[in-house]
């Protein structure tokens, strides 16, 4: 496993997912943000959920899903109801 598994909440199989995807390096998921790189997942498995969106994004802030603050929440399940397949 590589420098993106460091990251909180990005195990073995969402890190595989994002190097499929052209992200290979935690500047480019902060450079590309979680919308921009769940969408990218999604093109390749559409089981992507709710759960893997928010992960990306505690991982780009350093922090457990759990820990997005209500806001963010709310927004990504948004963005996520927007966007699903």
């Excluded at 902060?30 to 559409?46: F, N, S, V």
Aim: some cysteine.
């Amino acid at each position: 496993m590589g420098e993106l598994s460091k990251l909180p909440n990005i195990g073995k199989t969402v890190e595989e997912q994002l190097v499929l995807v052209g992200i290979q390096t935690v500047d480019e998921l902060k450079d590309i943000g979680a919308k921009e790189a769940w969408l990218k997942i999604q093109e390749i498995d559409e089981s992507a959920c709710i759960h893997r969106l928010m992960a990306l994004e505690g991982a780009i802030e350093g922090i457990k899903k759990t820990m997005l603050s209500d806001e963010v929440k709310a927004d990504l399940k948004e963005f996520y109801q927007r966007n699903k397949k």
